[in-house]
């Protein structure tokens, strides 16, 4: 759909497949969901949430809203003799062949998913970091009081958060990124600096960063189904 035209009836609605894990609660898939219902997301719907464990409480969320949950364990793969990167391609057929998704959101998602999967969703997979990452493959990143920070990357959910505390970064955040072959390097579409307070916990710490993932993760999928972002030269372009 070209830029700025409005959804109108008879269009196709954009399919969204959102991976998650036992990691978290499934709040991000939540606060898409919401943010579909209240109309924030255009023209888009839930098609299917999958999980790598089944123990998942985001595929609760996802069956009470009736929305299809698929469990696909990594484990189970391997045990079968598969190796992993056919584990990523039969994801990527999967959620391409029988989903007809349009749009992948990690939200929550703990394993890379190599080439083998991107090339079903390429410029299409949009994950979200509890970290703070430029573009591109720099080791630092300025936050807005003109600090410099490691980017904080290969660390998932409270070990990101744990790491913002311990290295005494003056604050940290989350990223939402299109995914490349290199992990936690691609073109970014929104930030969200927190400021870390002197006597936070990574509970305390983390709390704040959700409440700013569940306003960036549902505004950067807005600006997808509105095909407001564009890539070009491995940086993001909003038309
Ligand atoms: C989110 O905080 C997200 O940033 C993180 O998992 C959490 C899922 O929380 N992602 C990663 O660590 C991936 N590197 P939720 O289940 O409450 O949405």
Redesign the pocket.
């Known amino acids: 759909m070209p830029p700025n035209i409005p959804f109108s009836p008879g269009d196709e609605m954009i399919r969204i497949a959102v991976l998650?894990s036992n990691?978290?609660?499934?709040?991000?898939?939540a606060a898409v969901i919401k943010a579909i219902d209240r109309g924030e997301i255009k023209n888009a719907k839930v098609a299917v949430v999958v999980s790598n464990k089944e123990d998942a409480y985001?595929l609760i969320r996802a069956k009470k809203k009736k929305i299809h949950a698929v469990t696909m364990d990594l484990k189970d793969f391997i045990r079968r003799g598969k190796s992993r990167t056919d584990f990523d391609a039969a994801l990527g057929k999967l959620l391409k062949k029988e989903y007809k998704a349009d749009l992948v959101v990690?939200?929550?998602?703990?394993l890379i998913l190599s080439e083998k999967f991107i090339k079903y969703f390429p410029n299409k997979t949009i994950?979200?970091?509890?970290g703070l990452l430029p573009s591109g493959d720099a080791d630092f990143i300025k936050l807005s009081d003109g600090t410099k920070i490691r980017a904080i990357r290969g660390l998932?959910?409270d070990d990101?958060v744990q790491f913002a505390i311990d290295q005494g970064y003056p604050a940290t955040g989350?990223t939402v990124h299109f995914i490349t072959p290199k992990v936690d390097q691609g073109p970014v579409i929104i930030r969200s600096e927190v400021k870390i307070l002197p006597n936070d916990t990574v509970e305390t710490l983390y709390k704040r960063?959700?409440d700013e993932?569940h306003k960036i993760l549902p505004k950067a999928i807005a600006l997808f189904c509105e095909n407001k972002l564009k890539i070009k030269k491995g940086r993001v372009i909003f038309t």
């Open positions: 998650i990691k978290g609660t499934g709040s991000n898939l985001g990690l939200a929550g998602w703990m994950n979200l970091h509890p998932h959910t990101a989350s960063m959700k993932e």
